[in-house]
């Protein structure tokens, strides 16, 4: 899943022209705007994202342009352990100014029942991993517990803390670091018809009046196992950091998984 996974960019036009930071929003395992959820990729099997985030107005690069660029990355598990996982991954936000908007994410998951029967999943991970001081170094830490709901679905609860006092700044001059951030993915709706496997609700949030404060609802679609696309709307909780103010933009995410060796 992208992006997700909260996934997201930084608008390239508005670096020059804002005093606060902008969200750059990197993408390791998510449930739909943030890593709401305790899983990890599966060993040896590369996840390729292309997230686009746009809304209604001036169209880039124009000023206040609502909308964000393309967030394009890779996240592959790097663990065979059935009982400890972990994957990494980095992402790439084209197009860009100086420097390039260069993230890397990691994570390490247990699955559910490993600590004990009935145990919750468990994650603990970074992501938005930046090297440009006050300018791409967000560096949140998350941790996440998640309950299986029958049918491929789950719920997850968790909570993050930001490294960055400026990047987590927010409109009101208070430096706000700390959030929860809760996650949904539906049970599996069968389809079953050519090119459309099925489909899953999915819904996050994750709390803050920051940069990466924000949740919404969405709805996957699986062509097949390897490839889907998830669209909807995400709801900002700060939206003066946001491109041309928006409260709200609409998102795109495409993910592909490559089974190599299968």
Known sequence: MSLR??????????????????????????????????NCQAKGVPHITYDTYYGKGTPPPGAGAPAYPIDTGLTIGVLPSSKVQAEVGYDVLLPSSNPVFFFLNAKVCTPESTLFKGAPAISFGIWNVGFKKDVTDYNPIHLMFQKAIPGNGYVAAGVYHGMSDVLFTNSDGKVVKNGAMLGFFSPDIPVGVKGLQKLNFTADVQTGKNVLGAGGFGLYFYFNQYVDLLVGPVFYLDSKLQPGGAKHLWTTQLDVDIPLGK
């Open 5 to 38: 996974s909260q996934y997201v960019a930084l608008l390239v036009s508005a670096l020059a022209a804002m005093t606060v930071p902008t969200l750059a929003f990197a993408t390791p395992s998510t449930t739909y705007w943030a890593p709401s959820t305790a």
